[in-house]
């Protein structure tokens, strides 16, 4: 079995492949939702080829999008160049966690993914935080059950937001300052969008843990978790596979109940 698993966010689209023993090549590209099936299949070939593979070999795709207008494309780059049918998330596909929130439809699938991923490797009560577009926290419970969560805007949106509001604010790449107090108008920027998010996450691990009066391991992952990796305590473990983890689970669920 060699399966693509693909995860897309607001901002990257992740395309990873498992050999049915390890993840053997993952390829990030910025999310399109104009990308016709045809302009995928080009740039996936290409990289494929790189690895020695073609499209034949793979056997298997499952897609885990938050821009439901891309979906049409990929299922197509699935039926069309791969000749097999994508599992959907989202789309009468069985996902086998209990969701304990008041309407359970309301819970994204990323979120969903997020949430088997961690809770098979890690043991206990876990917040997930996934620091993309958006940066979630989400609770896991001991039992695998996802219990609902936070969700605040990510810290590239802040950063587009002082740009774009304030006339005389530059745009900014992300980083690490060395110092809190900045001595320049960039570094003033870096200093309040860095610290203040790792401000915002040591502050919401800390009500979370109060509120749920168990011991929770806090588990990072994203596109932009690996910024905040030794700058904070609160985050236990960072893990980048967290979500393709979760969407291998999810492949082997539903082919096995498929096999029955």
């Not at 008041?102 to 996934?130: C, F, M, Q, T, W």
Request: aromatic share 6%.
């Amino acid at each position: 079995m060699m399966l693509l698993a693909v995860e897309q966010g607001n901002t990257n689209t992740l395309f990873a492949i498992h050999d049915g023993n390890e993840w053997t090549a993952q390829w990030r590209t910025a999310t399109d939702a104009s990308r016709t099936a045809d302009e995928y299949a080009v740039w996936l070939h290409q990289l494929l080829t790189m690895k020695g593979l073609q499209f034949d070999a793979l056997s298997g795709c499952i897609i885990s999008s938050v821009v439901p207008q891309s979906i049409f494309n990929l299922r197509n780059l699935a039926r069309r160049y791969l000749r097999i049918e994508p599992l959907v998330i989202g789309e009468n596909v069985d996902l086998g966690i209990e969701v304990r929130i008041a309407k359970p439809s309301e819970a994204g699938a990323d979120r969903l993914v997020n949430a088997i991923g961690a809770h098979l490797l890690y043991p206990g009560d876990l917040i997930v935080i996934d620091s993309g577009t958006a940066t979630t926290f989400d609770i896991v419970a001991a039992d695998g059950a996802f219990e609902g969560g936070l969700i605040a805007p990510g810290i590239n949106l802040s950063l587009q937001a002082l740009h774009e509001a304030a006339a005389k604010l530059p745009r900014i790449a992300i980083q690490k300052p060395e110092h809190v107090i900045g001595r320049g108008t960039v570094e003033a920027m870096q200093s309040g969008v860095f610290w203040g998010y790792i401000s915002l996450i040591e502050g919401l691990v800390a009500r979370i843990r109060t509120e749920w009066g168990r011991p929770m391991t806090v588990i990072g992952t994203g596109g932009v978790a690996s910024l905040f990796e030794g700058a904070t305590d609160s985050i236990d473990r960072f893990d980048p596979d967290l979500t393709i983890r979760g969407l291998l689970e999810i492949w082997r669920r539903n082919t096995h109940l498929t096999a029955e």
